[in-house]
Structures are given as structure tokens and as C-alpha cells.
């Protein structure tokens, strides 16, 4: 079965500390991998993927997560965190396609505090 | 204007009550999608319509009911709902396989309470 599993629900990290949120994946195929965040009553927004190619995805904010064949993780880090990136994130992967649209299977997501 | 716009964006009601949620999207797109999201809970995938017709239905019980009239509007029409039902609901939406890689669009989201 295709899944995502984020092992933390919750990170705490202060401010100008680099930070990690993890995630583990199991899917058949190539990993399409997304990373999303959600702030207080929001919806889900977009902040990076990987597809084919470097192993190391930037993406929105300061943003970067690391693709890991060998250890199906995809992990979401920054090297300086700030206040304002304390929110919920979301990893996903596309679990198939078909019928012209995706199917994403999302984690649990982790909640991200980060302390002045 | 925002991508993909949820109304209402907040919603309370009883359980014998009828109500509908409705989604727009600004963006173009072929395919629009309806997920729970419940605390602590993984994001769960209710309903995707692709070019207007339901290819995705996850065993969602039969008190919640889409409407997709056309590629740019979605509904999910609310009814005899229990209290456990209370969530936000999210809509999104991609674009055609054909120009996609994968991402999903999400509006603000419906929070509903269900007394």
C-alpha cells in the first residue's frame, strides 16, 4: 500500500536554529513528493516537489527538502528558521494517475513551533 | 482574486439541516477535488471530478453529495449530517495530466460544525 508517514507531530525549533521536519514514504514506481504548509485557518499551500533530478529541492520561503532513494525519506529543512514559519506541514506523494487528475496521499502533518 | 475560493468559509448546523458548500476555481484547471480534514488526522481524499465527470468516490456515505455543473464549480451538498462529521472541508484543483506534475491548488477551506 502506498503511504506517508510523518513521524513527528510536532518539531520545536528556536528562531535562527536550523530546522528539520521529516517524512518517509512507501510507493510502487517513481515518488512524486510534495511538501505543503497550512497556516492557522487556511488552506494548504504549495511550497515544493520532487520529480526526476537533483536530490535537493528548493522551494518557497527558504525552503529545501532532500529526496533519499535508499532511505524513502524525503525530508523538509531550513537553515534559519523564522517565527513566522511556525505553522502545519504536509508531506505528500502521488500515489497514481489516472482519469487526468492526482491522486495524493498526505501525512499526518507535523506542527512546526518555532520560538523567538 | 484568489485561485480556488471556498464559500462559506465558516458553517454551522443541525443535523436534520441541508446545506451546500460551494468551490470555485479561477485557474483553469480540469480537475477539482474535495477533502476532510479532521485534527490529527491525515488529509482525507472524498471526491475528485475530472472534467466534470466523478472518477473518485472514497467510500464517503451517502449524506454528502457533489455536484460538478461545470470545470470551473464544485458543491458538496450537506445532509442529516452527525457531529462527527465537523471538519474543514477543502477544495483543490489541478490541472490536465497532460500539463501537470502533480500539484494541487487548495482553497481556504469550509469549517463546519455540525450540532
Known amino acids: 500500500a502506498q503511504s506517508v508517514a510523518q513521524p513527528e507531530d510536532q518539531v520545536n525549533v528556536a528562531e535562527g536554529n536550523p530546522l528539520t521536519v521529516k517524512c518517509t514514504y512507501s510507493?510502487?514506481?517513481?515518488?512524486?513528493l510534495f511538501w505543503y504548509v497550512q497556516y492557522p485557518n487556511r488552506g494548504l499551500q504549495f511550497l515544493l516537489k520532487?520529480?526526476?533530478?537533483?536530490?535537493l529541492v528548493k522551494g518557497s520561503y527558504g525552503f529545501e527538502a532532500e529526496f533519499n532513494k535508499s532511505q524513502t525519506s524525503f525530508h523538509l529543512k531550513k537553515p534559519s528558521a523564522l517565527v513566522s514559519d511556525s505553522a502545519l506541514y504536509f508531506c505528500?506523494?502521488?500515489?497514481?494517475?489516472?482519469?487526468?487528475?492526482?491522486?495524493?496521499?498526505f501525512g499526518a502533518g507535523t506542527r512546526l513551533a518555532v520560538h523567538p | 482574486e484568489t485561485g480556488v475560493t471556498q464559500t462559506p468559509r465558516h458553517l454551522v448546523m443541525g443535523m436534520t439541516n441541508k446545506k451546500s458548500l460551494k468551490c470555485e476555481q479561477h485557474?483553469?484547471?480540469?480537475?477539482m477535488y474535495w477533502y476532510k480534514q479532521s485534527a490529527k488526522k491525515p488529509l482525507e481524499l472524498m471526491f475528485v471530478?475530472?472534467?466534470?465527470?466523478?472518477?473518485e468516490n472514497n467510500s464517503v456515505p451517502s449524506r454528502f453529495s457533489p455536484e460538478c455543473p461545470n470545470s470551473s464549480h464544485l458543491f458538496l451538498h450537506l445532509h442529516t449530517l452527525q457531529p462527527e462529521d465537523s471538519a474543514l472541508y477543502l477544495c483543490?484543483?489541478?490541472?490536465?495530466?497532460?500539463?501537470?506534475?502533480?500539484?494541487?491548488?487548495f482553497g481556504e477551506g469550509s469549517r463546519l460544525t455540525v450540532l
Open positions: 483543490a484543483s489541478s490541472q490536465d495530466l497532460g500539463y501537470n506534475t502533480g500539484e494541487l491548488f
Open positions: 510507493v510502487s514506481g517513481n515518488p512524486y
Open positions: 520532487y520529480i526526476t533530478g537533483d536530490n
Open positions: 505528500a506523494v502521488r500515489a497514481g494517475v489516472s482519469g487526468g487528475y492526482n491522486k495524493l496521499i
Open positions: 485557474l483553469g484547471h480540469n480537475a
Open positions: 471530478y475530472s472534467l466534470e465527470e466523478r472518477v
